[in-house]
């Protein structure tokens, strides 16, 4: 049985061919899965509930789902469960990669603000990956996310916010990890 994945992007992210998201997207079709990367409404002035729509109409459509979240996705997937929202419970794994912090420094993005996370619950298993350098998340997705969920960070040297800009276009252990949750995450 083939799996159905969801690839969720973030914040002024038009779906550009050189991201890792696009070029996974790519491969998990190719595999013949079930693939959606939808282009989330105005990404460069994006609204919180604008976006949980979205999801939502994504989450429940029929099977069961892989969620690979990126950069804002990672803030309003977390939204998400806190509210729980229709469709979670079909979601076997997720991945939120390079989770951000400081959504209330940009005022296009200042209404996402990350929900409480201490008491949070994720749906299981819930893997979170981040560069050491990441600008977006000073404080280190480790302290800021991994803490207060109860979720080890597999924090990657020097990759940034992993982008294009920080070499992130192929990313084979992203793939691995998408066939295989067991896979670790490593650098590109």
């Given at each position: 049985m083939t799996s159905s994945f969801l690839i969720l992007h973030g914040w002024q992210n038009h779906r550009p061919e050189g991201h890792w998201q696009h070029w996974l997207a790519g491969r998990l079709t190719a595999l013949g899965h079930d693939v959606a990367y939808p282009q989330l409404p105005d990404p460069d002035t994006p609204e919180l509930a604008v976006w949980l729509g979205e999801f939502e109409r994504h989450l429940t459509t029929p099977g069961r789902k892989l969620v690979?979240?990126?950069?804002?996705?990672?803030?309003?997937?977390?939204?998400?469960?806190?509210?729980?929202?229709?469709?979670?419970?079909?979601?076997?794994?997720?991945?939120?990669?390079?989770?951000?912090?400081?959504?209330?420094?940009?005022?296009?993005?200042?209404?996402?603000?990350?929900?409480?996370?201490?008491?949070?619950?994720?749906?299981?298993?819930?893997?979170?990956?981040?560069?050491?350098?990441?600008?977006?998340?000073?404080?280190?997705?480790?302290?800021?996310?991994?803490?207060?969920?109860?979720?080890?960070?597999?924090?990657?040297?020097?990759?940034?916010?992993?982008?294009?800009?920080?070499?992130?276009?192929?990313?084979?252990?992203v793939l691995d990890w998408c066939l295989d949750g067991e896979v670790k995450l490593t650098a590109r």
């Open positions: 690979v979240a990126h950069s804002l996705a990672t803030v309003t997937w977390l939204h998400a469960v806190s509210r729980d929202l229709p469709g979670l419970d079909t979601v076997e794994r997720v991945l939120l990669a390079a989770p951000v912090t400081t959504a209330a420094d940009f005022p296009e993005i200042a209404g996402f603000a990350l929900p409480p996370l201490t008491g949070l619950t994720p749906p299981s298993p819930t893997r979170i990956v981040a560069g050491d350098d990441d600008p977006y998340c000073p404080e280190g997705a480790q302290r800021a996310y991994g803490d207060p969920l109860g979720i080890t960070a597999e924090v990657l040297p020097g990759a940034g916010h992993l982008t294009p800009d920080d070499g992130y276009g192929p990313w084979p252990s």
